[in-house]
């Protein structure tokens, strides 16, 4: 085994690293191209608080809002630090650029943190999914009154229905 990590990292954490080393999604082919997260607003900060441990591989596989929230708090406990104001940059990136969501089980919440979206206009959208008995495509969600048409086209690979 290469030494991968050098000084200063507990058994803990070399253990839990090798963890993810050795995930199959890991070895897909002989060379993969270093993973970038998406340019926007707050990346500067996540790349600082989240990338100490481990690369942006790890982060930028589509993982649903639901299941974003609770990595979160795991990573608050593998000993993520960062000030409240921080954990809501993080938050609010995370979210808004990397999350999946199923569009019509998701709730006023989920569409508020995905589309950054104020809590009427979240409301909105989902009373408008009611009356119109649900969102069959992209030109149904983009119809929602206080969806910005240009924020669903850019998460469109992340949505599903
Ligand atoms: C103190 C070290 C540490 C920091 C800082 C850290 N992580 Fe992690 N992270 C880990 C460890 C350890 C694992 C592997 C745990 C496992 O395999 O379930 C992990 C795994 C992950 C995973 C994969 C989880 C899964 O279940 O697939 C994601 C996503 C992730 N981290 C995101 C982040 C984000 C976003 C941040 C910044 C807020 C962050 N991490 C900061 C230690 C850290």
């Known amino acids: 085994m290469p030494r991968l990590f050098a000084g200063g990292v507990s058994g803990l954490s070399v253990g839990l690293c090798l963890v993810i080393l050795s995930h199959p999604a890991g070895a897909t082919g002989p060379f993969q191209a270093p993973a970038v997260l998406p340019d926007a607003p707050g ?5 600082r608080i989240c990338l100490g441990c481990h690369g942006a591989e790890v ?15 795991l990573m608050k406990g593998f000993g993520a630090v960062a000030t409240d104001e921080e954990w809501t940059t ?44 649900g969102f069959r495509t992209i030109d149904d969600l983009k119809k929602a009154p206080g969806l910005d048409a240009a924020r669903v086209d850019a998460a469109k690979d992340r949505l599903s229905f």
């Open 90 to 133: 993080v938050h609010t990136y995370v979210f808004s650029n990397l999350a999946a969501l199923n569009v019509n089980r998701a709730s006023a919440d989920d569409f508020a943190a995905l589309f950054l979206l104020d809590a009427s206009a979240a409301t909105s959208v989902v009373a408008h999914r009611e009356k119109s008995g």
């Open 43 to 47: 990346k500067a900060v996540v790349e």
């Open 59 to 73: 982060i930028v596989p589509a993982r649903t809002l639901p299941v974003w929230r609770e990595t979160l708090e």
